[in-house]
């Protein structure tokens, strides 16, 4: 299948959009069974299933555009193909980590799909306007658990200054704009990430204040999921997410 | 009752869809689309939670139907699929095409004044300000975000101490 130029550009960004979807959410249901009350394991799988919907949306998408389906994509891609930010492949650490990553993910996708849901692209509007209010409840109960934990006890508090420490080289790579982004935005179709920044750090900041969690130093950054050169973590997740489909092609459930 | 009346008592959200089930020429199918519940919440069909948004039959004889999904990610839609196209083929009605739309993007605007009431009547209190569907008391408490699915949050009233779904206001 020939595709034109635009639509790739399209489509190679809704296959972003889609990739961070997809490894948060799977990330996130590894905590299914495991999380510290059951309250939190059935709202952990939940908010899990809600990347799950969107991954799909935005895997359709892409897949319509470059001739694929959405199971082809999440499940006969090698790592290298993926094209997600570092910070969600992570593993899923201690339940800090966890939620430290969630809310601060949580503050940029609030900020990105109330902009995303204004795109010339009718579809990726219409993405972007279901996770926007989904956002919402994402973020009020990771804002909520950054203040318990960080409020909590002296072990949950260290761990949470210990997880905002280690993720904080990966937050860059959330506003980085390549050539296909920025043009999609002259276009008016994507989002310019590097926009968000300052709202983001402000409402980080403020949060960081009032629970008095230290602002890391800016020594490090990473980058590199864009272009498929990710953490070992990555192929180690793909591995188990998609045994069915490389042991049993075409399976349906 | 004045049109002026009406729209205080329609929300306008809803008003769009009513519209387009009024003026539809398939009314028999749309009303053979009522026996059609929500799986995860059974009072309530996928009309009346707003689900259904539009019947139509094309030049060959298909059906077709577009439903909308509550979350993204809700797994009930494809069941919801399935049950429209097999009510749609046991009442004559053998070509069935369910479309999925994204936008607009559902609100819980769009419950009946109906739903709501039958959502009370089920045990679960309805998107707004959050009374003991048990009880009415407004002494609650919410213990998790997310209930028993993604499109309720958890609650306990402090009054007959019963814990409750509360469906969230999206």
């Known amino acids: ?28 249901c590894e905590w299914c069974a495991c999380a510290p009350i059951l309250e939190e394991d059935i709202a952990i799988a939940n908010v899990g299933l809600d990347y799950f919907g969107r991954a799909r949306m935005a895997l359709q998408y892409a897949g319509s555009l470059l001739g694929k389906s959405e199971d082809e994509l999440a499940f006969l891609r090698d790592a290298n193909a993926f094209t997600n930010l570092l910070m969600v492949e992570l ?10 990553r969630h809310y601060l993910l949580d503050e940029f996708e609030t900020l990105f799909f109330a902009q995303l849901a204004r795109s010339e692209d009718a579809t990726l509007a219409a993405i972007a306007a279901k996770s926007n209010k989904e956002v919402a409840y994402h973020l009020r109960r990771s804002r909520e658990w950054m203040r318990r934990l960080a409020l909590g006890t002296g072990e949950s508090r260290q761990r949470t200054q210990r997880a905002v420490d280690e993720l904080w080289g990966y937050v860059d790579e959330l506003f980085a704009m390549d050539e296909l982004e920025q043009s999609l935005a002259a276009q008016g179709i994507a989002v310019d990430r590097a926009t968000l920044k300052a709202s983001w750090h402000q409402q980080v900041t403020e949060l960081f204040a009032e629970l008095a969690i230290e602002l890391p130093g800016q020594d490090w950054q990473v980058s590199g999921g864009r272009q498929g050169v990710h953490t070992e973590h990555l192929g180690r997740m793909l591995s188990e997410m998609q045994f069915l489909q490389r042991a049993y092609p075409g399976l349906e459930w | 009752m004045a049109a ?49 948004q539009d019947v139509a039959v094309t030049d060959n004889g298909t059906v077709q139907v577009t439903l909308t999904p509550t979350y993204s990610g809700c797994p009930a839609l494809t069941m919801m699929a399935e049950t429209v196209t097999e009510t749609l083929r046991a009442n004559g009605h ?63 009233c402090g009054a007959c101490l019963e814990p409750f779904d509360h469906f969230k206001a999206l």
Request: hydrophobic fraction near 45%; charged fraction near 20%.
């Open chain 1, 1 to 28: 299948m020939v595709v034109a130029p635009a639509e790739q550009a399209v489509a190679q960004y809704a296959l972003r959009l889609g990739d961070d979807a997809l490894v948060l959410g799977q990330r996130l």
């Open chain 2, 4 to 52: 002026q009346d009406l729209l205080a008592v329609i929300p306008q959200a809803r008003y769009e869809l009513d519209r387009r089930r009024r003026q539809s020429a398939n009314a028999e199918l749309w009303q053979l689309l009522d026996q059609v519940k929500d799986p995860e919440v059974p009072v309530l069909s996928i009309w009346e939670l707003g689900v259904l």
């Open chain 1, 91 to 100: 593993p899923i650490g201690d339940f800090a980590f966890s939620m430290v």
């Open chain 2, 94 to 156: 053998p070509q069935v095409e369910v479309v999925t739309q994204l936008a607009p993007a559902w609100t819980t605007d769009w419950l009946t004044a109906d739903a709501r009431e039958k959502l009370r009547g089920y045990g679960v209190a309805p998107p707004g300000a959050v009374r003991c569907p048990q009880c009415n008391s407004t002494d609650v408490q919410l213990i998790s975000e997310f209930g028993s699915t993604a499109c309720k949050a958890l609650y306990r």
